[in-house]
Nanobody, 115 residues
Framework: QVQPVESGGGLVQAGGSLRLSCAASGGTFSRNDMAWYRQAPGKQREWVAIITTWGIASYAESVKGRFTISRDNAENIVYLQMNMLKPEDTAVYYC?????????WGQGTQVTVSS
């Protein structure tokens, strides 16, 4: 059973950048559309960016122009490059299959943006 393993989060000042990575444990992502999601304290989990198996990307309006999703199918990794970060981007970030998620979610990676 595939379980995503996220990494790369941290504390950054507003305007800064981070690059998140998501590796697959127990399987492969290469045949699936994948997405990054985030969950801020007290809020529901929301999708942030989607990438198809062909590499076509879609973004939530709140991150469009600032975030870039990419994938390396050979290495079985999905990335999220986050630039011009804002305090409202503070959340735990997860990756998972899109639109039907895997049964098991990873632990996520915390992103904290200070003002």
């Amino acid at each position: 059973q595939v379980q995503p393993v996220e990494s790369g989060g941290g504390l950054v000042q507003a305007g800064g950048s981070l690059r998140l990575s998501c590796a697959a444990s127990g399987g492969t992502f290469s045949r699936n559309d994948m997405a990054w999601y985030r969950q801020a304290p007290g809020k529901q989990r929301e999708w942030v960016a989607i990438i198809t198996t062909w590499g076509i990307a879609s973004y939530a309006e709140s991150v469009k122009g600032r975030f870039t999703i990419s994938r390396d199918n050979a290495e079985n990794i999905v990335y999220l490059q986050m630039n011009m970060l804002k305090p409202e981007d503070t959340a735990v970030y997860y990756c998972n299959r899109w639109p039907q998620t895997y049964d098991v979610w990873g632990q996520g990676t915390q992103v904290t943006v200070s003002s």
